[in-house]
Nanobody
C-alpha cells in the first residue's frame, strides 16, 4: 500500500512562490491518480488540482488555475505542486491524496498524507 508524505510548506508573503512535494512509498505509485486538496481553518476541505496516472492530464480548481501547477515523476514516486503568485486566501493545510480514479472529488481518493501548512502573509 502506498504511504504519502508531504513537504515544502512554510510561511511566505503575498506574491511569493512555493513548491510542495508528496513522496510516496511502495511500488505502485504510477497506478494511482494523485490529487492535492487543502483545508483552511474553519472551512471545508477543498479540491485544488489532480493529475492522472501518466501525468498527461491535469485539472485545477478555478481559484488556482493559472497560478498552480501539478506534476509528477513516476520514477521518483513523487507528485509536486508548484504554487506561484500566492495569496492570503491560499493559506491552508495542503494534503496530497492517491486514488484509483482521476477526479476532483475527495471521496474518490483513499490514501491521504498528513498535510503540510502553507501560510501566506499579506
Amino acid at each position: 500500500q502506498v504511504q504519502l508524505v508531504e513537504s515544502g510548506g512554510g510561511l511566505v508573503q503575498t506574491g511569493d512562490s512555493l513548491k510542495l512535494s508528496c513522496a510516496a512509498s511502495g511500488r505502485t505509485f504510477s497506478s494511482y491518480a494523485m490529487g492535492w486538496f487543502r483545508q483552511a481553518p474553519g472551512k471545508e476541505r477543498e479540491f485544488v488540482c489532480a493529475i492522472n496516472r501518466s501525468g498527461r492530464s491535469t485539472v485545477y480548481a478555478d481559484s488556482v488555475k493559472g497560478r498552480f501547477t501539478i506534476s509528477r515523476d513516476n520514477a521518483k514516486n513523487t507528485v509536486y505542486l508548484q504554487m506561484n503568485r500566492l495569496k492570503p486566501e491560499d493559506t491552508a493545510v495542503y494534503y496530497c491524496a492517491a486514488g484509483p480514479v482521476y477526479s476532483a472529488q475527495g471521496f474518490q481518493y483513499d490514501l491521504w498524507g498528513q498535510g503540510t501548512q502553507v501560510t501566506v502573509s499579506s
